[in-house]
């Protein structure tokens, strides 16, 4: 099992930043991605940015040139930092991993993070 641990949501005006982390951690395995996903009320979960072994990202087309993905390998941590934050980028973001132990590739969510961006 993988436990994933997010921090650094909360309440922006528009126009702010914030940056969100998430820390793995338990039997971990073999990363081979890592990435944020994101729910506003009444609406689907949807990806917002993703990074895979080897360090390709892929970003959702509403957050190209606002959002940056990172990873620590070390630390096995990844992080979204956002820039200017519109209020529909308004959601609970959740970390997401893929992790492959013993054979077997399992996905696993953090509990989520809020973010609210106000006008």
């Known amino acids: 099992q993988v436990q994933l641990v997010e921090s650094g949501g909360g309440l922006v005006q528009a126009g702010g930043s914030l940056r969100l982390s998430c820390v793995a951690s338990g039997r971990i395995g073999i990363i081979t991605g890592m990435g944020w996903y994101r729910q506003a009320p009444g609406k689907q979960r949807e990806l917002v940015a993703a990074i895979i072994s080897g360090g390709s990202t892929n970003y959702a087309e509403y957050v190209k040139g606002r959002f940056t993905i990172s990873r620590d390998n070390a630390k096995n941590t990844v992080y979204l930092q956002m820039n200017s934050l519109k209020p529909e980028d308004t959601a609970v973001y959740f970390c997401?991993?893929?992790?492959?132990?013993?054979?077997?590739?399992?996905?696993?969510w953090g509990q989520g993070t809020q973010v609210t961006v106000s006008s």
């Open positions: 997401w991993t893929i992790s492959t132990d013993m054979g077997w590739s399992n996905n696993y």
